[in-house]
Nanobody, 115 residues
Framework: QVQLVESGGGLVQAGGSRRLSCAAS????????MGWYRQAPGKQRELVAV???????HYADSVKGRFTISRDNAKNTVYLQMNSLKPEDTAVYYC?????????WGQGTQVTVSS
């Protein structure tokens, strides 16, 4: 079991940057994958980025070249650096850690991009 706590959300102007953090309650060293998802009003939750324990990354086409996911195993934290933000990036961003047959989620952090 693990608790995930996101932080770093807020209001940002289009073209700006924001870094989200996801702090885990225990070591993430053994977690095979960790990811960021987002959910905009009236839309389904979608994958934004995922990072493996070996550092391999995968991004949604909509954020490629703008967002960067990283993990610091020593701090039990996963980050999402978001650059060149667009109004369509507005959403609640969730951290995810699949462990065994369970999916663990944080409470989410709101990111609002104004035009």
């Amino acid at each position: 079991q693990v608790q995930l706590v996101e932080s770093g959300g807020g209001l940002v102007q289009a073209g700006g940057s924001r870094r989200l953090s996801c702090a885990a309650s225990r070591s993430i060293f053994s977690f095979r994958n960790m990811g960021w998802y987002r959910q905009a009003p009236g839309k389904q939750r979608e994958l934004v980025a995922v990072i493996s324990s070996g550092g391999n990354t995968h991004y949604a086409d909509s954020v490629k070249g703008r967002f960067t996911i990283s993990r610091d195993n020593a701090k039990n934290t996963v980050y999402l650096q978001m650059n060149s933000l667009k109004p369509e990036d507005t959403a609640v961003y969730y951290c995810n850690a699949p462990i065994g047959t369970m999916d663990y989620w944080g409470q989410g952090t709101q990111v609002t991009v104004s035009s």
